[in-house]
T-cell receptor, first 115, second 113 residues
Framework: AQKITQTQPGMFVQEKEAVTLDCTYD???????LFWYKQPSSGEMIFLIY??????QNATEGRYSLNFQKARKSANLVISASQLGDSAMYFC????????????FGSGTRLQVQP | EADIYQTPRYLVIGTGKKITLECSQT?????MYWYQQDPGMELHLIHY???????EKGDLSSESTVSRIRTEHFPLTLESARPSHTSQYLC????????????FGPGTRLLVL
């Protein structure tokens, strides 16, 4: 069974600063995908970034980067130069490697960016 | 950018009513999913589909049912709504390729009185 753990229920960051949101995972599959989603108060889930288990380099998408440490089973999201619009819930998720290919989600981290 | 739509966005309904939550995508994705999310909590898979005429139950037990008659359409039905069904319902779709990113609709917030 797969499991995603996000240990930070809430985080604060000053505008223009960088912030790291933690995510650890547990799986026995050698092949898997890791995702980060942003959920504003409006409720939609917005895809941010993807990391494959066999990818050699850490994924980056604009101000988002994923600090992937496979041996430690961690996939932390780094947001650089935080903006007020980054205030939201952030969910880490893992995709199953076979069968349903569904996502298992962590409990989320609520990020608040302060001016 | 993904094109996946859900209607209604908000629904307040009385106990015992039958409701259908609509989900449509215009990307031709084979795989579609329904997740249920209580406020501020993680998402739980309740239904999924590999393609037309394929539907399966997910991890979270749900009294809802789904159908997949057309590739683009994956409606969820509750025959008799109860207050315990109050939640947010999120629909997602993904293509069958390496990354298989799931793209989500805006969600339906359901309140059963």
């Amino acid at each position: 069974a797969q499991k995603i753990t996000q240990t930070q229920p809430g985080m604060f960051v000053q505008e223009k600063e960088a912030v790291t949101l933690d995510c650890t995972y547990d799986t026995s599959d050698p092949s898997y995908g890791l995702f980060w989603y942003k959920q504003p108060s409006s409720g939609e889930m917005i895809f941010l970034i993807y990391q494959g288990s066999y990818d050699q380099q850490n994924a980056t998408e604009g101000r988002y980067s994923l600090n992937f440490q496979k041996a430690r089973k961690s996939a932390n999201l780094v947001i650089s130069a935080s903006q007020l619009g980054d205030s939201a819930m952030y969910f880490c998720a893992m995709r199953e490697s076979t069968g349903r290919r569904a996502l298992t989600f962590g409990s989320g981290t609520r990020l608040q960016v302060q001016p | 950018e993904a094109d996946i739509y859900q209607t209604p966005r908000y629904l307040v309904i009385g106990t015992g009513k039958k409701i259908t939550l609509e989900c449509s995508q215009t990307m031709g994705h084979d795989k579609m999913y329904w997740y249920q999310q209580d406020p501020g909590m993680e998402l739980h898979l309740i239904h999924y589909s590999y393609g037309v005429n394929s539907t399966e139950k997910g991890d979270l037990s749900s009294e809802s049912t789904v159908s997949r008659i057309r590739t683009e359409h994956f409606p969820l039905t509750l025959e008799s709504a109860r207050p315990s069904h109050t939640s947010q319902y999120l629909c997602a779709s993904s293509e069958s390729a390496y990354q298989e990113t799931q793209y989500f609709g805006p969600g339906t917030r359901l309140l059963v009185l």
